[in-house]
């Protein structure tokens, strides 16, 4: 199959589908219902379920059994949408299921705007659902990183029994780029023998709860998953470091503005400015390390972002405030044109922020 | 002749079987507490049993066993 | 000959109920069911947020646990993927028919090949009594304390009544489980609820009316008696939708 260009939302339902994802359960909300459409149309083409669900609760909770029954399911939606399922989420975790969950923000809070933004980055990495837990974050920057993210979401799912984010905007959801799906990387489906889908008389009855009273042993139940954790911010990080290494302003940028951002680290490099981009893929776990030990280097750190600057803590907090961390963004739905992104870089580098 | 056993010790004392028993021959124990602190239930007349089973049916911790000579 | 004994889906573990409490019964008529139509195996039970949270302990089959109301969303879940499995849940009022109304409505609407039962008391028992879509009016409860008043908390829901209007269920019934009589019935009913299922009929749901002794602040006997009063006039006994709903086996879903 040639490239195809296509949709950032339908890549990220192509891609699961070729995943071996049968099962989406979702709701229509501005900007990714192309996901529930078009698995509406595609699902039963290939033996698979679109099911509208009769709201995004429901949908996570469907997404809950499905994924407890053994196969591979996703759901998407956008801010408000996702706000509604973080009690879904959180039981999610607390039963250590797998299952991929597509956000494509749009301007809040409440119902906000249509627009992209990226205002949902604490509830992402902090914040949705109760309790200890770690949703596994990843940020795609273009069309075929939508689809190839999206594979990848389903093998890491899979691999740890964690629900793992997709956080997209809404420019990637409804830009459309040219996508080889051929090229993209699958991982297997592995077998779960914890799954509750009828024990055949073949085996013990399994129980899929997040029910634990007794305090010692819902705790041995928190430092077991802490466990998984650990493991998961050891080996697998990633990010794409852009011309970082003789840097002396870093940006830090992810999804859309980190697109934004290069083209103007490309004309602060014209200009004569040692720029460069460190551009999270996952933001949970965060690029800790490798912002550390460019903080030693470079002079300066830039957090561009749709949002009121959600990022730049964990951007000091990784770096340990060796340096200043600085911010720029729009937010409400605007876009910021790499040229703005310029005029901030020039300003860190004439010293006159 | 008709048998009745109760699993003592997991008899909630609740008396739904005494109240259905259509001999009025179930009655708690009030002499006795078993293992849970309950008065448990008993059979106070076995020969008089029917075995129509009603205080099974209203046991709501299935302790009772009904067999029919 | 043994007349009766202890149902094998029956997990042999004691019971956290109340003295009394009807959940046990119907715990157990389920469990007979499930033996006697042999589908233990292929049994995935979804248990609700309330007194009977612990159902999965209680029972053979896998069992999975559902956030509050949410059980027939979940219960969609594991049947879509799994149809060939029996699907059933096990809810309260609180979960039923408050804030799990919409996952209950349209899970009635899709005609999910589910079994339901729903377990009618009045009251949230597990938080101590408060007011529930089915508490009667001018009955008492720790957040009705001058009893229900239609002025300030409105009126409650007849969920059979409610549900029969739609068009994916196949099969509903009120029972009760305050004598021996009608627990037979009951069981009637949950045997046909399963069924139903086995044979693709669509929703069943089954609204058993039953005690919550400790809440109502009555002896075991004395609380079969109110639903015998005052609560079967309320909510009526019988059936309130028996058709094939959703084509049966000649449907594919």
């Given at each position: ?29 501005t900007?990714?219902t ?23 609760v ?12 053994g ?18 989420v ?28 990226q ?20 940020a ?15 093998g ?35 077998e ?31 430092l077991?998953?802490?466990?998984k ?9 990633r ?5 970082c ?10 999804g ?30 965060f ?18 972002e749709l ?13 340990q ?7 720029y ?25 | ?62 302790v009772i066993?009904?067999?029919k000579? | 000959?043994?007349v009766?004994?202890?149902p094998e ?13 009807t959940?046990g ?34 029972f ?15 219960a ?8 060939d499995k ?36 009045t ?13 009667m ?39 009760a ?25 669509g929703?069943s ?5 039953s ?42 879903k």
């Open positions: 199959m040639a490239k195809v260009l296509i949709k950032g939302n339908e890549a990220v339902a192509e891609a699961a589908i070729r995943s071996g994802c049968r099962y989406y359960f979702g709701y229509p909300i900007p990714q192309e996901i529930a459409e078009y698995m509406a149309k595609k699902m039963p083409t290939v033996g698979g379920l679109c099911l509208q669900a009769e709201s995004e429901a949908a996570i909770n469907m997404v809950y059994g499905a994924s407890a029954s196969v591979r399911v996703m759901t998407s939606s956008s801010s408000p949408g996702i706000s509604l399922k973080s009690e879904g959180s039981y999610i975790v607390g039963c250590d299921l797998p299952c991929v969950i597509l956000n494509v923000q749009r301007g809040g809070p409440g119902l906000g705007g249509i627009q992209p933004s205002s949902d980055y604490y509830q992402a990495t902090k914040a949705l659902g109760h309790g200890d837990m770690q949703l596994f974050v990843l795609p920057s273009s069309v075929q990183e939508m689809a190839q993210l999206t594979a990848d979401a389903f890491i799912a899979d691999k740890y029994r964690m629900p793992v984010l997709i956080l997209a905007d809404g420019a990637l959801g409804q830009m459309m780029e040219p996508v080889d799906f051929d090229a993209l990387k699958f991982t297997p489906e592995p779960k023998p914890w799954a509750v889908n009828g024990h055949g008389g073949a085996r013990k009855k399994n129980i899929i709860t997040s029910l634990f009273l007794k305090p010692e042993e819902l705790e041995a139940n928190v077991e998953r802490d466990k954790y650990k493991e998961v911010n050891e080996n697998e990080v990010y794409e470091n852009y011309l290494d003789d840097a002396d302003i870093i940006i830090v940028s992810f859309i503005t980190a697109r934004i951002s290069k083209a103007a680290v490309n004309e602060a490099r014209k200009a004569g400015i040692k720029a460069g981009l460190l551009r999270p893929i996952t933001l949970s776990p690029p800790s390390e490798i912002l550390n030990k460019l903080a030693d280097k470079a002079s300066a750190f830039l957090s561009v949002n009121m600057g959600q990022m730049v803590n964990d951007v000091k907090l990784a770096t405030c060796k340096k200043p961390v600085y911010f963004g729009r937010t409400g739905g605007s876009l910021m044109s790499s040229d703005d992104v310029l005029d901030e870089i020039k300003k860190i580098s004439g010293g006159l922020k | 002749m008709n048998k009745v056993i109760f699993e003592t010790d997991a008899c909630k004392g609740c008396g739904l079987c005494a109240a259905a028993c259509p001999k009025g021959i179930i009655s708690l124990d009030t002499s006795a507490l078993n293992a849970k602190g309950y008065h448990p239930a008993q059979i106070t007349d076995e020969k008089a049993c029917i075995a129509c089973a009603s205080c099974a049916v209203m046991c709501p911790d299935a066993t009904v067999i000579e | 000959m043994i009766y004994k202890r889906a029956l997990s042999k573990v004691p019971m956290h109920y109340c003295p009394g409490c959940h019964i119907v715990h157990r008529l389920v469990a007979e069911v499930i033996d006697e139509l042999n589908i233990e195996k292929d049994t995935v039970g979804v248990a609700p947020v309330g007194c009977a949270v612990f159902a999965y302990n209680y053979e089959c896998d069992f999975i646990e559902a956030s509050h109301g949410r059980a027939p969303a979940v969609t879940g594991i049947k879509r993927t799994h149809p029996i699907v059933f849940t096990y809810q309260g009022d609180g979960d039923l028919a408050a804030i799990g109304t919409a996952e209950t409505v349209h899970a009635a609407a899709r005609g999910e090949n589910i079994t339901i039962i729903f377990i009618n008391n009251n949230y028992g597990m938080t101590g009594g408060q007011m529930a879509p089915t508490t009016p001018g009955q008492v409860t720790t957040t009705s304390p001058y009893g229900r008043q239609k002025m300030i908390q409105g009126n409650p829901i007849h969920v059979c009544e409610m549900l029969s209007t739609l068009d994916g269920v196949a099969y509903a019934e009120r029972v489980v305050n004598s021996v009589k009608n627990v037979r019935a009951a069981k009637k009913a949950i045997k046909k609820a399963f069924q139903n299922q086995i044979d693709k009929k929703l749901i089954v609204e058993v009316l005690t919550c002794p400790t809440n109502w602040g009555m002896s075991p006997t004395d609380a079969l008696k109110f639903v015998d009063e005052k609560m079967i006039p309320f909510y009526p006994l019988g059936v309130y939708a028996d058709r094939n709903a959703m084509g049966g086996d000649n449907n594919d």
